[in-house]
Each structure stands twice: as structure tokens, then as C-alpha cells.
């Protein structure tokens, strides 16, 4: 695998966490798979969240067919 060396900057606490729970030949490691679980993560949320708004599209337009005249008599009565 090829890595490939970057600077970030994090709140002093948490630097300071990290240099306190993980040994220093081992903070790159730690960190590259923490931040790959939660890009994974974040990705997998995203294809869940349309699969579901897939899923529920049918619901979806039922809910809106039920109250299109109670929308349309609200609208009429706007200024």
C-alpha cells in the first residue's frame, strides 16, 4: 500500500489523548483506520438513507394524495 504523508491539525486535548493512549510508531495506523470506519460509515449512512427514501417513496405519495385538498384549501386562504 502506498502511503503518502500529510499534516492536520486537532484540538490540543485530543492530541494530547492520542499521545497518551497510542505509542508513537503506531499513531499513523491508528488514526488511517479510525478515519476509514467513519468515511465508511458516512458512505453506508448515504446508501441507506436513499435506499430507505426508495422504499418509502410509496408511503411518501399516499401521505401526499391524503392531504392535497386540505394543502390546496390552506393555500387558498393565504393572503
Sequence with gaps: MQTQRINI??????????????PGG???????????EKLKRKKN???DLIKSLKLNSK???EIQE?????DAEA????P
Excluded at 27 to 36: D, M, Q, T, Y
Excluded at 75 to 78: G, I, R, W
Design 45 to 47: 449512512l448515504k446508501k
Design 59 to 61: 408511503i411518501y405519495r
Design 9 to 22: 491539525t486537532l484540538p490540543a486535548d485530543l492530541a494530547r489523548d492520542l499521545r497518551k493512549t497510542i
Design 26 to 36: 503506531s499513531r499513523s495506523k491508528f488514526i488511517a483506520a479510525a478515519l476509514e
Design 75 to 78: 393555500f387558498e386562504k393565504l
Design 66 to 70: 391524503d392531504f392535497k385538498y386540505v
